[in-house]
């Protein structure tokens, strides 16, 4: 079994920055992307991001491409989302997740584990 465990949301004014963290335990920890994703009340979760593990390589949503930063410490088993110039259409439950596929991993349904959410609120 893998665990997730994201940190960091809270309240913050439009134009601001937060950064989100997610710790990963489990002897079957062995992901091929992290991604983070979003849900804000009455929507589908939707991605925002994601990292492939080995490489580090990125991929992210167009509406967060250039505001938005994933990274990963490998060493550490975490994954984060630097997020600056935030809009109030950005407020929403942010959640990571692990994947072992190397495709379909913009679709929530491709991954396996995820944590529990942490709320981002950004006000106008």
């Known amino acids: 079994q893998v665990q997730l465990v994201e940190s960091g949301g809270g309240l913050v004014q439009a134009g601001g920055s937060l950064r989100l963290s997610c710790a990963a335990s489990?002897?079957?920890?062995?992901?091929?992307?992290m991604g983070w994703f979003r849900q804000a009340p009455g929507k589908e979760r939707s991605f925002v991001a994601a990292i492939r593990w080995s490489d580090g390589d990125r991929y992210y949503v167009d509406s967060v491409r250039g505001r938005f930063t994933i990274s990963r410490d490998n060493a550490k088993n975490t994954v984060c989302l630097q997020m600056n110039s935030l809009k109030p259409e950005d407020t929403a439950v942010y959640y990571c997740?692990?994947?072992?596929?190397?495709?379909?991993?913009?679709?929530?349904?491709?991954?396996?584990?995820w944590g529990q959410g942490t709320q981002v609120t950004v006000s106008s």
């Open positions: 489990g002897r079957t920890f062995r992901p091929y992307h």
């Open positions: 997740g692990s994947t072992p596929r190397q495709t379909y991993y913009t679709n929530s349904a491709g991954y396996d584990y």
